[in-house]
């Protein structure tokens, strides 16, 4: 892993030169063209060396376990399994608008983004049971706005299946195909107790033999405890598993801290087509 290190950082090195002869105008566009072609070449030696490292990990996987190379497939919820149909802060704004909420989308985000990183209550959970003192903490900083009917309002719109939509529209084909194939699924999330509702009201919850919730489990990603239930639900040791993610620290860390295998979504896995190719198992077109 060090030689594409140092390829990079020189690439950075000399486009950091580059991009200091341009202020000067001492840079040529025909060097601009060449540096471009060079970090284009690098970049794909590099790419071709991370794909000959997955080949080979995957070629050792097989050799342990045979052509399935995982016994369970653990996936994170939201930004993985689904996400919001619009924006947060859009419909925080558009609902609040008729209770007072003057803040525009991008000033929400910002507050809304700061209120969630900071400590809740001097708790480790953010989400316990279904996790109302928490939102209501998250809404309030957000907008401004504590009026308990706006807050309602919000709270139910979220446990509909219009405030949500699956991030791969193929992922019900998916599932099937992993099942069928003896791969145990499992939901890993951190969340409240909406979680299993709103699975079954997307129509998703038969996807799935496990579902392991913080605010159930009492801990939340990256704690390994969380990926140590699901593994137990689906009567899989921890190195059978792989899990999903679209977050780096809670997903990837908090998973392998657990001995499970784990990929990044949107970076190692696009879809879960891709996700069950690499467990070595096939998806026949509908």
């Known amino acids: ?52 490292a997955a080949r080979e990990y995957y070629d050792y996987r097989k050799s342990i376990y045979g052509d399935v190379t995982h016994r369970a497939l653990l996936v994170d919820a939201v930004g993985t399994l689904v996400v919001p149909a619009q924006p947060t802060a859009q419909v ?67 446990m509909t299946e219009k405030a949500w939509k699956l991030c791969d529209p193929d992922a019900e084909n998916v599932f ?37 919730v913080s605010a159930e489990v009492a801990a939340e990603k990256p704690n390994p405890t969380i990926f140590l239930k699901a593994c137990e639900l689906l009567g899989v040791k921890p190195e059978e598993a792989v899990h999903v993610g679209d977050d780096r620290r809670n997903d990837i860390w908090g998973a392998r801290d657990a001995g499970c295998d784990a990929w990044l979504w949107g970076s190692d896995v696009h879809s879960f087509k891709e996700v069950a190719e690499r467990v070595g198992v096939e998806v026949a077109n509908k």
């Open 176 to 212: 099937k195909a992993l099942r069928r194939a003896g791969v145990k699924t499992a939901v890993v999330s951190n969340f409240d107790t909406r979680l299993r509702p709103l699975l079954q009201t997307l129509k998703c919850d038969h996807w799935f033999d496990a579902v392991a």
């Open 92 to 158: 925080y704004k558009s609902i609040g608008e008729k209770y007072g909420v003057k803040y525009s989308e991008d000033e929400i985000l910002m507050r809304y983004r700061r209120a969630y990183e900071q400590p809740w209550g001097g708790s480790r959970l953010r989400y316990v049971d279904d996790g109302r003192p928490f939102w209501q903490h998250i809404v309030t900083s957000s907008t401004g706005c504590s009026d308990a009917q706006y807050f309602e309002e919000l709270y139910q719109y979220f």
């Open 1 to 52: 892993m060090a030689a594409p290190a140092l390829r990079s950082a020189a690439a950075r090195a000399r486009a950091a030169a580059l991009s200091g002869g341009r202020w000067l105008g001492t840079s040529s566009a025909a060097e601009t063209e060449r540096e471009r072609g060079r970090e284009k070449e690098e970049e794909e030696e590099r790419a071709g060396w991370e794909l000959s």
